[in-house]
Nanobody, 122 residues
Framework: QVQLVESGGGLVQAGDSLRLSCATS????????LAWFRQAPGKERQFVAA????????DYADSVKGHFTISGDNAKNTVYLQMNNLKPEDSAIYYC???????????????WGQGTQVTVSS
């Protein structure tokens, strides 16, 4: 069974940084592409970033390129999303997902975490 546990969300001010974590098992970390999506109130869930170690691929949404970074620690079986220079429009619930490959479509991800709330005040 695949488990994804997000942490690191919180309330910050515009311009601050946060690092989100998604902890999983060794098997999941090594076998799946891992991604971050976000969903703001009243909006559809949208792709943020994804990484796959099996084929060394990374992808970012255009809206976060240059100020979000996805990375992983294979010793901890954890994927991170470093978010710098946060803006109020980055406020959302952030979800970790696992799928067969790096993709922007949420339907291509098989497993999802419970999410962690990020709120950026202006």
């Amino acid at each position: 069974q695949v488990q994804l546990v997000e942490s690191g969300g919180g309330l910050v001010q515009a311009g601050d940084s946060l690092r989100l974590s998604c902890a999983t098992s060794r098997r999941t970390f090594n076998s799946y592409a891992l991604a971050w999506f976000r969903q703001a109130p009243g909006k559809e869930r949208q792709f943020v970033a994804a990484i796959s170690w099996s084929d060394d691929s990374i992808d970012y949404a255009d809206s976060v390129k240059g100020h979000f970074t996805i990375s992983g620690d294979n010793a901890k079986n954890t994927v991170y999303l470093q978010m710098n220079n946060l803006k109020p429009e980055d406020s959302a619930i952030y979800y970790c997902a696992a799928g067969q490959g790096v993709a922007v479509e949420e339907g291509l991800y098989d497993y999802w975490g419970q999410g962690t709330q990020v709120t950026v005040s202006s």
